[in-house]
């Protein structure tokens, strides 16, 4: 019943080590999101695909890249991690039709980087 | 959130309302949101408000929309301690179409038993 849902939950690692997150939404959503929570609770937008093409990508460091196999995924991959990339980070989804309004998150990702 | 502001903690004791506030700055907002998030969670989405909106009201929590001052508000009646949590307000920007939120800092609720 999971609309959302990211995995791992926790992920420990060193500098310099690659690591993926995954998301995945079954609500038949056309847009999906990533968004990153810093240590002091800021939320900010990272990227945003609309039917597997990229439709915002914000200021982040190009370590960081998106990929949607279909519309019903988003993966987050992330080169060399450094110190300042620990964060929590949230997957959402959203419909693409006007008038619909909600984005829907998932449970978030606690990347610590050691 | 730089074009967000709410302040950061609030306190206020069981059985009296909360006022939760934020002001934002993009006069094209469509919609304005309160979430939820509690320790360790993702984000709950407790109500929205659209712009052309001025109150609205679902069961304890009833939202206020001033778009003259750009100020938003999330009044919770009768607060529990399981309303303790942070709060955040976010707009969507339609006119960019970007559809991304736009986050507050957030406002830390506590209630006192």
């Known amino acids: 019943d999971t609309a959302v849902s990211q995995t791992p939950k926790y992920l420990v690692t060193q500098m310099g080590n690659d690591k993926s997150i995954k998301c995945e939404q079954n609500?038949?959503?056309?847009?999906m999101y990533w968004y990153k929570q810093d240590s002091k609770k800021f939320l900010k937008i990272m990227f945003s695909?609309?039917?597997?093409?990229?439709?915002i990508n914000e200021t982040v460091p190009n370590r960081f890249s998106p990929k949607s196999p279909d519309k019903a995924h988003l993966n987050l991959h992330i080169n060399s991690l450094e110190l300042g990339d620990s964060a929590v980070y949230f997957c959402?989804?959203?419909?693409?039709?006007?008038?619909?309004?909600?984005?829907?998150f998932g449970p978030g990702t606690r990347l610590t980087v050691t | 959130g730089e074009d967000v502001e709410q302040s950061l903690f609030l306190s206020v004791r069981e059985g009296d309302s909360s006022v939760i506030n934020c002001t934002y700055t993009?006069?094209?907002?469509?919609?304005l949101y309160w979430y939820k998030q509690e320790p360790g969670a993702g984000l709950q989405l407790l109500t929205y408000?659209?712009?052309?909106?001025d109150m609205k009201q679902d069961q304890r929590l009833t939202v206020l929309l001033n778009k003259k001052d750009k100020h938003l508000s999330l009044r919770i009646a009768d607060t529990q301690t399981g309303d303790s949590a942070i709060y955040f307000c976010?707009?969507?920007?339609?006119?960019?179409?970007?559809?991304?939120?736009?986050f507050g800092s957030g406002t830390r609720l506590q209630v006192q038993p």
């Open positions: 993009d006069s094209s907002s469509t919609y």
């Open positions: 609500l038949g959503h056309d847009t």
């Open positions: 408000i659209f712009s052309n909106m």
């Open positions: 959402a989804s959203s419909p693409v039709l006007a008038g619909e309004y909600e984005q829907y």
């Open positions: 695909y609309n039917n597997k093409e990229l439709i």
């Open positions: 976010a707009e969507r920007r339609d006119g960019t179409g970007r559809r991304a939120l736009t």
